[in-house]
């Protein structure tokens, strides 16, 4: 269905990537993940010819797309375009935003267009929002009407860039579960995201770029219990990590805490655990970095497991006069609360920074 050879995309005098070379056979969904500036939404308008590689071939259903004698406008009417800023017509309703391409495009009857575009409401759960405006609708719910538009024209294939990295955790939980309906129903796509969970769900296969191009690819199975390159291990690890450095002259408990617990939600965790974020914002953070005693600013790090509930934060401290956990930066009642509501807590020096770790 899609096949992609030696594809090579120069910008601004620097190669992004080259020697790009993958297959996406019917009812396959491919995965392309990578660090950012890597160069997976750069390939996914590649696939759409909306970006002009440098060289290479690029064939939709067996049509090479860049073809002087390419018909473009029917290779797209072959494939979905979801977008992470939904690109909806504001000044169209919702049911207007998904009958216009099947009626101008396709030349598909009103009244055919608008039942069809109440199946499609009905598959994405917002059946019933016809007359709404996008202005109207939470982030979630636009994502899911523009998912409605593409595959409103039936397309051989569907392209998603990033659906879900301006949603919050609720709204991404929505926009997750229609994808994968779609995966699951057998539609064949390419998604492009930064959410390794949206990746597990509905691939079949998985992409990591790096170093100019496609670093490794394997079974969404083998890439994520059994990656072979070290790029793409230490990219995994990383990815179950939340990293920050916390400003002693700018501390905003409220914003470290929601971050923290807006990262953890992604993982399975229990309620203790969830309390315990604020608890050692509260009990440890505060008393170490606003308390009397000489501190600098601090940098936390949240390390998640995808297999257990065994979730670690770690806090490091540069240039203190002593132990973290003890006297003048905490008292017996901190150290109490932090024990009671964590597996273990202990403090360790390293050169000239004390670190906490606490397993959650």
């Not at 491919?30 to 290479?56: D, M, Q």
């Not at 009857?109 to 199946?119: D, F, H, L, S, T």
């Amino acid at each position: 269905m899609i096949k992609v050879r030696n594809l090579r995309l120069d910008l601004d005098g620097k190669t992004l990537f080259d020697n790009v070379n993958f297959d996406v056979q019917k009812g396959e969904m491919l995965a392309i993940l990578g660090e950012s500036g890597s160069g997976k939404s750069s390939l996914l308008r590649c696939l759409g010819r909306f970006n002009l590689p440098t060289s290479g071939e690029i064939y939709i259903d067996g049509e090479n797309i860049f073809d002087d004698d390419v018909n473009i406008d029917k290779i797209r009417e072959k494939m979905g375009f979801v977008y992470q800023n939904f690109n909806l017509f504001s000044h169209l309703n919702v049911l207007d935003n998904i009958i216009l391409a099947p009626i101008v495009v396709q030349g598909m009857p009103k009244e055919q267009a608008i039942k069809e575009a109440k199946i499609f409401l009905d598959r994405v759960g917002m059946l019933g929002q016809e007359n709404k405006m996008p202005g109207e609708l939470s982030g979630g719910q636009k994502q899911r009407v523009a998912i409605a538009r593409a595959i409103a024209m039936r397309p051989k294939v569907l392209l998603f860039d990033e659906p879900t990295s301006s949603l919050d955790p609720a709204m991404s939980e929505e926009v997750e579960s229609v994808i994968t309906d779609l995966a699951e129903g057998g539609i064949t796509g390419v998604i492009v995201t930064h959410e390794l969970s949206l990746a597990k769900n509905i691939a079949t296969k998985v992409a990591f770029m790096a170093e100019g191009g496609i670093y490794e690819e394997a079974s969404k199975k083998d890439f994520f219990t059994r990656p072979q390159k070290m790029l793409t291990r230490r990219f995994l690890y990383r990815s179950r990590m939340f990293e920050k450095e916390v400003l002693k002259d700018a501390l905003d408990i409220y914003t470290l805490v929601r971050e923290l617990k807006t990262f953890l939600s992604k993982y399975e965790t229990n309620k203790k655990q969830r309390r315990l974020i604020r608890i050692i914002c509260d009990e440890l953070l505060y008393p170490i970095l606003k308390g009397n005693a000489p501190s600098t600013n601090a940098y936390v790090r949240l390390i998640c497991s995808e297999t257990s509930l065994d979730h670690t934060i770690i806090f490091s401290f540069k240039e203190l006069i002593g132990d973290p956990l003890k006297p003048p930066y905490l008292d017996d009642l901190n150290i109490s609360i932090l024990e009671h509501y964590s597996k273990y807590i202990f403090s360790n020096k390293r050169e000239n920074i004390w670190e906490v770790v606490i397993q959650m």
